[in-house]
């Protein structure tokens, strides 16, 4: 978080602020160079053994996942989301919506499994089918936590605890990004997990999340009383005008949750009909091979012609 106070008013918020303002050196920073020495050592240890893996995954959770989330975490956007509610907006979508979708797309657990040995394997497994997981994972579970998630912090005073007390502050990080992992893992379904629905009720629970973050966004941006009360205004910055910075805010929430929404709906889409391939192609073998069956069966059966 910024530090705000001093004889020297901290500078607007530049492209320029996102590489100087760094911080390497944070648990979280910590914990995402763990998850990805993790991860490159799984894909290295298939590899070692012959074994395949799509490099689309790696660059998924690498890039995508990980990456993501460390742009609004450990650079310059970290240093002011305490100072504009835009840019902490900015980290809701990415932490919430866009990390967990390319860290579901990396199939970390799937990439575990293969890894890992008997009795690891067997341990991980049946934690992935635990009672509390079967229950967390549930579709409509997840997406009432989803969608709860953001009502509660922006209109109770969660919000303005997150802005006074860094402890809350990360712990809010880390549950956009476990919230958006119990919602978009199950709805991908490319790891193992329980409680994976058929393709029309995946894209209808992304259907219904639309308006959800419009309404959310829309409140925001007309709401007369600014979200953490007087924190804002309290920086003292002569460039920020707190109430101009809510409506952006609720603009992003607004744009951003669509937007990922209907990209979203799209993977959905993709996969269901690269799955009604696979069961179109699956169908057709299985009656080739019915026929060739048939075939051989009449052949066998068929009487020799009378030789006088």
């Not at 690498?62 to 840019?87: C, K, P, R």
């Not at 991980?124 to 509660?152: E, K, Q």
């Not at 802005?163 to 956009?176: A, G, K, P, S, Y």
Request: aromatic content about 10%.
């Amino acid at each position: 978080m910024a530090a705000v106070g001093g004889d020297t008013e901290l500078p607007p918020f530049t492209p320029a602020a996102f590489f100087t303002e760094m911080n390497l050196v944070s648990p979280i920073a910590l914990g995402l160079l763990v998850a990805a020495s993790l991860y490159l050592y799984g894909v290295w240890r298939l590899r070692q053994r012959g074994d395949h893996w799509p490099p689309g995954r790696t660059v998924a959770f690498l890039a995508g996942g990980l990456g993501s989330v460390a742009a609004v975490t450990v650079t310059g956007i970290e240093a002011y989301d305490t100072v504009l509610i835009s840019v902490h907006m900015v980290q809701h979508m990415v932490l919430s919506m866009v990390g967990p979708i390319f860290l579901a797309l990396g199939a970390p657990t799937t990439l575990a499994l293969r890894v890992l040995g008997p009795q690891p394997r067997k341990a991980l497994l049946a934690v992935l089918h635990s009672r509390y997981v079967r229950i967390l994972t549930f579709p409509l579970v997840a997406f009432g936590l989803f969608i709860a998630n953001p009502f509660v912090l922006y209109f109770t005073g969660a919000y303005r605890q997150t802005l006074e007390h860094v402890w809350v502050h990360e712990f809010v990080h880390f549950h956009f990004i476990v919230t958006g992992c119990l919602f978009f893992w199950p709805l991908l379904g490319l790891d193992p997990l329980p409680n994976r629905w058929p393709y029309p009720g995946r894209a209808l629970l992304m259907v219904l999340s639309v308006p959800f973050h419009t309404v959310l966004g829309l409140t925001i941006m007309q709401s007369t009383t600014l979200l953490g009360g007087d924190w804002y205004p309290s920086l003292g910055l002569s460039w920020l005008d707190p109430k101009a910075d809510q409506v952006t805010a609720g603009g992003i929430l607004w744009a951003g949750g669509e937007i990922v929404s209907v990209t979203m709906l799209g993977i959905l889409v993709v996969q269901w009909v690269r799955q009604s391939e696979r069961e179109a192609r699956r169908v057709d073998r299985a009656l080739d091979r019915e026929e060739a069956r048939t075939a051989a069966g009449k052949d066998v059966t068929r009487p020799e012609p009378d030789a006088g």
